[in-house]
């Protein structure tokens, strides 16, 4: 397992890889490039890359938390606490248009992702840990990345992680977000804000 903390105390920011072992290949790369030279000025940023030794269960089938990974995952959580959480997962590319589906919801339960650009597509994490794990005002995050990528679709998952890793409150983050991605963002915050407040009254993402 891939394990770094950089700086320390509040706010608390863990960013997790290889959530899916067969993922990590491409993103315990991205994290390690992601952190080198980065400067953490407030707070600490934990960045961890689980097994790969880990067959694929999807994050919104309540097995996953039963797995190795699932059940390291959940310990992290609950060692750390942490009030941004991110996960950085990958997709193939004959995926894409189930994940940004606007019938998603209707068909499995849960809202598309929104594309950023480049085929990167940002949504919230598994309901199964956003609803019990987290705060409300928390911010929780989950970048998909195709496989393969661009070099362009790299550079923005990068520059979208350091700019999270910089910040210290999720309205600090999404106004970052919102000033590259304003379009985009309006649609996750609708998309979840609708589903989570169906669901158990949380503020989405
Ligand atoms: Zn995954």
Do not use: W
């Amino acid at each position: 397992m891939f394990f770094k903390v950089l700086g320390s105390s509040n706010p608390t920011r863990l960013f997790v890889a290889g959530i899916h072992g067969d993922e990590e290949a491409i993103t315990r790369p991205i994290f390690e490039m992601m952190i080198k030279d980065i400067k953490i000025t407030s707070g600490r940023l934990i960045v961890v890359s689980l097994s790969r030794d880990c067959p694929y269960i999807s994050t919104l089938n309540e097995a996953y938390y039963d797995s190795t990974n699932g059940k390291k995952l959940l310990e992290l959580i609950q060692e750390y606490r942490p009030e941004i959480y991110g996960e950085l997962h990958t997709y193939k590319r004959d995926n894409h248009l189930n994940l940004i589906d606007p019938e998603r919801r209707k068909n499995i339960g849960v809202p598309p992702f929104t594309e950023l650009e480049e085929k990167v597509l940002i949504g919230s994490v598994s309901p199964f840990i956003r609803t019990c794990e987290f705060k409300k005002e928390d911010f929780c995050f989950t970048l998909e990345m195709p496989d393969p990528y661009s070099e362009k679709a790299l550079q923005i998952v990068l520059h979208i992680l350091r700019s999270i890793s910089l910040s210290s409150s999720r309205d600090e983050i999404l106004e970052k977000l919102r000033e590259h991605y304003p379009r985009q963002i309006r649609d996750v915050e609708k998309n979840f804000r609708e589903f989570f407040r169906d669901m158990k009254n949380i503020l989405f993402f």
